[in-house]
T-cell receptor, first 114, second 114 residues
Framework: GNSVTQMEGPVTLSEEAFLTINCTYT??????LFWYVQYPGEGLQLLLK?????DKGSNKGFEATYRKETTSFHLEKGSVQVSDSAVYFC?????????????FGKGTHLIIQP | EAGVVQSPRYKIIEKKQPVAFWCNPI?????LYWYRQNLGQGPELLIR????????DSQLPKDRFSAERLKGVDSTLKIQPAELGDSAVYLC????????????FGPGTRLTVL
């Protein structure tokens, strides 16, 4: 079946530090990959996505590249801000066989200190 | 444009009591999803609707959970009777049928079963 594994948190960084949150997946076929973000007290928001191998998704300074050879979709940002503090979820969607929901990782809590 | 609306935002009940959650998706979105998010975990799909038809309910515990989407717009998820292990956040999401890579999530209903 499908599964997503992401690094456990909390991850605590200082403002302007470089961020990497690791995500690897297991799936049959060619899933689409996503990063969602959940800010305190808010719902899940789509941060970025990639639908095929070697695609790079980007948004708000965050980037992630779909690596089929390593089954990974690591999230990166060059310089984090306090406002980036949130929980980040890696997810995949594999529409093969009629299934269509998202499969999520457990989430990584990111804390940015000023 | 209004997002996905859910109510109530919080619900506390005693075990064995019934409970219902309501979701109003984004206008025009044919596809509606219910997810359950346990503490410290990522969301897990319970059921997916295409218009008024439940097309994927394989993860819905049918002995106590039920859902409906009359008229293909609003949806209700019910638990009867609730158990302690049902304490979680229940998330509703919606998308256009042809754009399932763009799922929009509501703020969720946090259920506590005592």
């Amino acid at each position: 079946g499908n599964s997503v594994t992401q690094m456990e948190g909390p991850v605590t960084l200082s403002e302007e530090a470089f961020l990497t949150i690791n995500c690897t997946y297991t799936a049959t076929g060619y899933p689409s990959l996503f990063w969602y973000v959940q800010y305190p007290g808010e719902g899940l928001q789509l941060l970025l996505k990639a639908t095929k191998a070697d695609d790079k998704g980007s948004n708000k300074g965050f980037e992630a590249t779909y690596r089929k050879e390593t089954t990974s979709f690591h999230l990166e940002k060059g310089s984090v801000q306090v406002s980036d503090s949130a929980v980040y979820f890696c997810a995949l969607r594999n529409s093969g066989g009629g299934a269509d929901g998202l499969t999520f990782g457990k989430g990584t809590h990111l804390i940015i200190q000023p | 444009e209004a997002g996905v609306v859910q109510s109530p935002r919080y619900k506390i009940i005693e075990k064995k009591q019934p409970v219902a959650f309501w979701c109003n998706p984004i206008s025009g979105h044919n596809t509606l999803y219910w997810y359950r998010q346990n503490l410290g975990q990522g969301p897990e799909l319970l059921i997916r609707y295409e218009n008024e038809e439940a097309v994927d309910d394989s993860q819905l515990p049918k002995d106590r959970f039920s859902a409906e989407r009359l008229k293909g717009v609003d949806s209700t998820l019910k638990i009867q009777p609730a158990e302690l292990g049902d304490s979680a956040v229940y998330l509703c999401a919606s998308s256009f049928a042809g754009q399932r890579n763009e799922q929009f999530f509501g703020p969720g209903t946090r259920l506590t079963v005592l």
